[in-house]
């Protein structure tokens, strides 16, 4: 029998994979794993599989074949310390080196939140340049805003272009 923990977990992934298939049009999936089979000590996996099966498995939520860029962890909690933001966070680090730990060079990670009687919550990276009229910088490399403020729909718009993108595209000379 699942934990608790467990159970509360894969809830909010599906709440999210339903939240993004509404707002999207398209069909996300949690990943059956929860993102482990690829996360972690796993990571090793990758070079057995292919870009496909890599993307299938990758982060929590499995986006629809055309977002292969999009990476994104689902974190359901009791409560978050957020005085720890404006210094160390070892949950928050734990959350965020998960996440990147399944990236690929040029990926949109992020990292969905909800803290129960708090509220829902965004972090991404502070280099994707989102239009948030409110955040907490954490460590200049990553921003944490509420679910509401991030989710604009100039925000949508850029989810989506960032994670569509086939590649990166470098200048010629």
């Known amino acids: 029998m699942p934990s608790p923990q467990k159970t509360k977990g894969k809830g909010y992934e599906n709440t999210v994979a339903a939240w993004l298939t509404k707002t999207y049009g398209e069909k996300f999936m949690r990943v059956p794993t ?3 089979y690829l996360g972690g000590s796993n990571h090793h ?7 496909g ?3 299938s498995f990758k982060g929590d939520i499995i986006p629809p074949d055309d977002w292969n860029r999009f990476n994104c962890e689902c974190k359901a909690y ?4 957020f005085h720890q933001l404006y210094g160390d966070s070892k949950i928050l680090d734990g959350w965020i080196t998960e996440t990147l730990s399944t990236a690929n060079a040029g990926d949109l990670s992020l990292i969905l ?5 708090i509220g829902e919550y965004v972090a991404y990276q502070g280099h994707n340049r989102f239009e948030v009229e409110q ?19 100039q925000n949508i718009a850029t989810v989506k272009l960032l994670s569509t993108m086939d590649h990166i595209r470098t200048a010629t000379p």
Not at 45 to 51: D, F, Q, S
Not at 78 to 81: C, G
Not at 136 to 152: G, L, Q
């Open 113 to 117: 939140m909800k803290f129960n009687n």
């Open 45 to 51: 996996r990758r070079h057995l599989m292919t870009e």
């Open 53 to 55: 099966q890599i993307r």
């Open 135 to 153: 955040f907490t910088a954490y460590k200049n490399d990553w921003n944490i805003t509420s679910h509401a403020r991030f989710w604009t729909p």
């Open 34 to 36: 929860s993102g482990a």
């Open 78 to 81: 009791k409560q978050f310390n």
